[in-house]
Every structure is written in C-alpha cells, then in structure tokens.
C-alpha cells in the first residue's frame, strides 16, 4: 500500500499547490509512481502549472460517478510516474469524505504516494483530507499570520488524530544567512508545534510554472534541490537541512 499524504497551509498563497507537486516530480524522479490530486473546488491550478491543458474530468467527476477513475487521472508528457486529478470545476462542489477516503484507498494500492493538495482553510475539503490521509504536511511561510493560520491547522489535523505532522517553511529568503532569521524558524516550529521536514528557499524557477523544473536541459537550481531533499526525506532517507 502506498502513502497519502495531505499537504496544507491554513492560508492560501503559502505554496502547497507548488510544494506537492514538485515533492511528486521529486518523489517520482526517485522511482516512485506518485498522484498528485488537487481538492480546491473552482480554484483549479495544478494542471496549468503542469502545462497540461486536456482536463475534461475532474474529482467532481469520479466522485458522482460522471466517468471513471481512468478517465480523470493525466499524466505530463514530462515527468514519467506523474499522475494528476485535477480539482472539482464547480466552486460549490462538495466533497463526500466517505467517497474521498475510498478512491484514496483504491490509488493507494497502485500508488506508491497519493499527494493531496488542499485548499486554504480548515473546510470540507481538509476535512476528507484528514480521513484519508495517514502523513501531514503543513506549509507556512515567514509571514506571522501564516504561521498562526499554521499553527490553526497543525491543530485541525491533531484533533483529526493526526501523529505524523511535519512542517515545511517556504518562500524563506536565499540570502537567509543570520543567525535572526534562523531563530525566527526556530519560534515558527515551536509556534505551529510540528517538527521542521523541509526550508524551500524563494526561487524564481519555482515561480515562473513547475513545468521549468521538469525540462531536461534545465540546471539544478537550490529550490529544486530542497524538494530533492524533502522527497528524499519523505522516503526515509536522512538528508540535512538547506541552509544549516
Ligand atoms: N518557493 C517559492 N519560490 C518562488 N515562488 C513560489 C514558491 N512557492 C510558491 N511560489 C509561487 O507562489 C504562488 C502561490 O503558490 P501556490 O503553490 O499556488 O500556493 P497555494 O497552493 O498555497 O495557494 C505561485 O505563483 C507559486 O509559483
Ligand atoms: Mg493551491
């Protein structure tokens, strides 16, 4: 059986949607078959940042039974062992968790990762992503009012009966260099309460599309090398901390 693994924020804009997917492309660079499924209802995006531009169904649709699972799983012609589901068209699409938790389970046992990337917000949607999924990861940036959002989720997921909470800081400066900064992500992880797994630096590769990262020609850049690092830690392989 492989692993779900829910990736959430509490506010939007932190990253998740860019930390899922490049942790699959990572995660299948390793060899693994990973799926990545967006469940942010009428904020679709995941396809776009994959450059994918054929989506005709969705979650929506194989939850109510439109299609079938087949159907709405795409692949990139870029990464191999990549899969998507794109998230629900309709903005007011609500999430059966029953239903949710059960394809989970289904592409569980073809997927070695199932990777669910959530809205913004403790909803419906983290809500069934909380069933279903057995490994958190919680994402905030340096922004104090991210780290509170944070904090409100990390809680979300304890009370969902949440062990395995691991916290990624994103968008964190490259010339993050002292010895103030570094103790600010100190008082972030004592602050959210979840052990750090991941420091994404803010990297203008990341930000153009997560298509960049999947070009062949294209050089390692210390933003794809941190997702390196977080999928190979994701694994169990012990890799140290950027920036430490
Ligand atoms: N580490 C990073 N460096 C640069 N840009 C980033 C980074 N992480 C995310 N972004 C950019 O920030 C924006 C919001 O990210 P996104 O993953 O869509 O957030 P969310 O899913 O939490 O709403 C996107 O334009 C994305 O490309
Ligand atoms: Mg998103």
Redesign the pocket.
Known sequence: MGKIMLVT?GK????????ALNLGISLSKEGKKAIVIELDSGMR?IDLMLGIDSIVYDLGDILSGNCTLDEAIYETEYVENLSIIAAPVKSNYIISAARFVALCRQLSTVYDFVIL?TP?GIGSELSAAAQAASHALV?TNLSPVSVRDAEKATDFLRKAGHKRIRLVV??VPLEFESKEEIADIDDIIDEVGAQLIAI?????L??KCVLNRTKKEIKKSV?IISFENLAARVIGREVPLLFK
């Open positions: 924020s939007g804009g932190t990253g998740k949607s860019t930390v995006c990337d913004a994402v994103n968008f994404i630096p803010e990297d203008k990341l930000k933003g």
